[in-house]
């Protein structure tokens, strides 16, 4: 399922986009509380039954997979096999090669290599769409390329992904450059969750968001009952983030509408909110952010 779609300006991608460098201890110290967090607010499960579930599931899979073996042996009819018919292989055909370079069998050449490294460059002409999906469990930004040919046809292909914590509800493409520099990049995702993210699409195997704005500070349980006490971060939405809008005058403000009836504008380079409307009395889906009501919260 698709949820939203943006476009990326032609031109403004990085031509060749780099490897995000792996988190620190205190990041992966930090994606693990916030996990930690999500459990916390599920229902407990019982012990018992989970443990029974498991062992079921072993026991099943093992069952299985001695059956499968057997069948594919098929001992039943050992004596009855045609003559020259092998059960374990010999021959060339078996040799263990120690890479798929020195197999004969597995041919590739460079122009296979070229054609890899061709996809991952971003032409100035090439069309960006970053597309926000759930499928399987799984939710995901998959930035895709639509490029022109030299036949005139068109050739459409993803270029990378990013796995994201929440089902995401909407996008909002910025370049306000928050490394510093004239322009940026990046992307923001309102999702299920009360939370904002900034993702960087000049870098690919991205482990965790750029920025985040709001969202849960400390999730607990309370002492014999079901509900779990959630703190969020100052001035956070508290309930899922459904519409963003950038300014694209004033680059460096971001709004975002969310079902907890609120209207927030964002600071992007401090990452915090300056203003809040509280004035809805239902859901706010739609937003358009412009100029002049930007000064006028000031």
């Known amino acids: 399922m698709i949820s939203s779609l943006s476009w990326v ?6 031509p060749i986009p780099a490897e995000a460098e792996p988190p620190t201890k205190e990041e992966i110290e930090e994606i693990l509380k916030q996990n930690a967090i999500k459990l916390s607010e599920d229902e407990e499960i019982n012990d018992v039954s989970q443990a029974l579930a498991a062992a079921n599931a072993l026991t099943s899979f093992a069952t299985q997979d001695v059956t499968d073996a057997l069948g594919e042996l098929n001992m039943d009819n050992y004596d009855d096999e045609e003559d020259g018919v092998e059960l374990f292989g010999a021959g ?9 370079d020195m197999d004969p069998f597995i041919k590739k050449g460079e122009d296979d290599e070229d054609s890899e490294d061709e996809d991952m460059i971003i032409k100035p002409t090439d069309a960006v769409i970053v597309s926000a999906s759930h499928e399987d469990d ?3 930004l998959q930035v895709c390329i639509l490029e022109e040919l030299e036949n005139g046809e068109l050739n459409f292909y993803p270029h990378h992904d990013i796995i994201l914590p929440a089902f995401p509800l ?3 493409w910025f370049d306000c450059n928050l490394k510093g520099g004239d322009r940026g990049n990046f992307i923001a995702v309102g999702s299920m969750e009360p939370a904002i993210e900034i993702w960087d699409l ?3 195997d991205e482990v965790q968001p750029f920025l985040v704005l709001g969202g849960v500070a400390v999730a607990k349980k309370k002492k014999n009952r079901k ?3 959630i703190k969020y971060k100052k001035d956070s939405h508290t309930d899922s983030v459904l519409c963003l809008a950038w300014n694209k005058v004033a680059r460096k403000y971001l709004a975002s ?9 964002w600071d ?13 009395t239902d859901k706010a889906i739609v937003l358009t952010l412009i100029f002049v009501k930007v000064l006028e919260c000031h």
């Open 202 to 204: 000049d870098l690919v």
């Open 92 to 100: 060339i055909g078996d040799t263990y090669y120690a890479s798929n």
């Open 138 to 140: 799984v939710s995901q």
């Open 227 to 229: 509900k779990t006490s």
């Open 9 to 14: 300006p032609k031109g403004v991608s990085k």
């Open 268 to 280: 992007l380079f401090t990452g915090e909110c300056f203003n809040t409307r509280e004035h809805h």
């Open 257 to 265: 509408a969310s079902a907890d009836k609120s209207v927030k504008i």
């Open 170 to 172: 909407c996008t909002e």
